[in-house]
């Protein structure tokens, strides 16, 4: 059964910056498609970055520039570095992967979840 696991959330003051892990079992995060979700609470999941197994990379227009994805194969994990955080991107991180249909950055087309690290900036 594909698992991922998402690891590196926490508390950071604005202006700083944290790296979230997404270890993947069973799937091969370089044959996959995986994205970085996010979520406050009473609000819609969110799209913010997704990298491809050619390592083609897309951001929501809200994390460009400050935020990169990227994958370590020998680990079998996903990163995702963020620097310069704001108390907007207070909320709850998610990992997420399909085997297919390209670059997206729509919750809809993922079907592996993680459980999700919480990433407070105040």
């Known amino acids: 059964q594909v698992q991922l696991v998402e690891s590196g959330g926490g508390s950071v003051q604005a202006g700083g910056s944290l790296r979230l892990s997404c270890v993947a079992s069973?799937?091969?995060?370089?044959?996959?498609?995986i994205g970085w979700f996010r979520q406050v609470p009473g609000r819609e999941r969110v799209g913010i970055a997704s990298?491809?197994?050619?390592?083609?990379?897309r951001y929501a227009d809200s994390v460009k520039d400050r935020f990169a994805i990227s994958r370590d194969n020998a680990k079998n994990t996903v990163y995702l570095e963020m620097d310069s955080l704001n108390p907007e991107d207070t909320a709850i991180y998610s990992c997420?992967?399909?085997?297919?249909?390209?670059?997206?950055?729509?919750?809809?087309?993922?079907?592996?979840w993680g459980q999700g690290t919480q990433v407070t900036v105040s």
């Open positions: 997420a992967a399909r085997t297919g249909g390209g670059l997206s950055l729509l919750e809809a087309d993922y079907y592996y």
């Open positions: 069973v799937l091969s995060v370089s044959r996959a498609y």
């Open positions: 990298i491809s197994p050619i390592g083609g990379t």
